[in-house]
C-alpha cells in the first residue's frame, strides 16, 4: 500500500540564495523538492512502483505553487545512490534532462547521506537493503554547521561483515538494518543508541545538502553526473528502460 508522509511539506533553514529542484527516488520513497532561498517545499510518498509518474509531474507543482519557472533555478540536485537500479538510474536520468533541457548544472548527493541528514543523531550509520544478501552503507558523523560528512567509503557489504564504527554516540537508519532478519542490527546493537529501520532518504536532505556552499561548487555538467550503483550491473530492467525513456519528457522547449 502507497504511503503519503507529509506532503506538501514545507520547511526554513538557513538562508542560502539558491533555487535548486532535489529528486530523490533510490529507494520506495519517492521526493521531489524545491529549495527556494532556504525554504524548502516537498512532496514525498511511498510507492514502491510508479516513481516515473510522480516526479515531473510533482516537480511542476512545486514550481507552479511557489510561483517560479523553470528557467529561475540555479541548478539541479539528484539522489545519485545507492539504492536500487532503476531508481537511482531513474533520479540521475531525469535530473540529466532537465539540466540539460535548461543548460544548468547538475549535482549528485550521496542517497546514504541524505538519510544520514535526516536521522536525529550527531554520527550515523546509514544502511540501504541491497538485496542478494547484502546492504548499502556508509558512516557519517554531523559538523558544527549541523551537515553529516562521509566518514569513511561508502560499501556494498553482507551484513555481517560491515565495520563496527569507532567511538561513541552513534545511531543507525535505513532498511538495510532490516535486511536478513535484522542481522546488521543484531551486529551492531552495542554500537548504536538507537535504529530505525524504516528512514529512507528524502528529497529535503539532499536539497539541504545540494545547498551547503562546500558542496555547492560540486555542480557540473549533467553529463559528468552519475549513478552510485556499488554494483556491477549486466543489463537494463524492463524499469530501467522506462526510466530512460522518461528523460525525453524532461527535455521540452522552455526555459
Known sequence: MNRNLNAPVRQRFGAYSLRILAIETATEGCSVALW????????FEVAPRGHAQRVLPWAETLLAEAGVSRSALDFIAVGRGPGAFTGVRLAVAIGQGLAMGLDIPLL????????????????????IDARMREVYVGHFERDASGLVRAAGEELLLPPDRVP?????????????????????SRRLSGCLDSIDTVALPRATAVALLAADQRTVHDAGPPESIAPAYL???????????????????TRGPEK
Open 231 to 249: 554494483r556491477n550491473q549486466v543489463a537494463l530492467t524492463l524499469s530501467e528502460q522506462q526510466a530512460n525513456r522518461v528523460v525525453a519528457q
Open 36 to 43: 527556494l532561498d532556504g525554504e524548502v517545499r516537498e512532496r
Open 164 to 184: 563496527a564504527p569507532e567511538g561513541a554516540g552513534w545511531c543507525g537508519v535505513g532498511s538495510g538494518f532490516a535486511a536478513e532478519d535484522g542481522l546488521l
Open 108 to 127: 549528485g548527493i550521496s542517497s546514504l547521506a541524505a538519510m544520514a541528514q535526516a536521522a536525529s543523531g550527531q554520527r550515523v550509520v546509514a544502511a
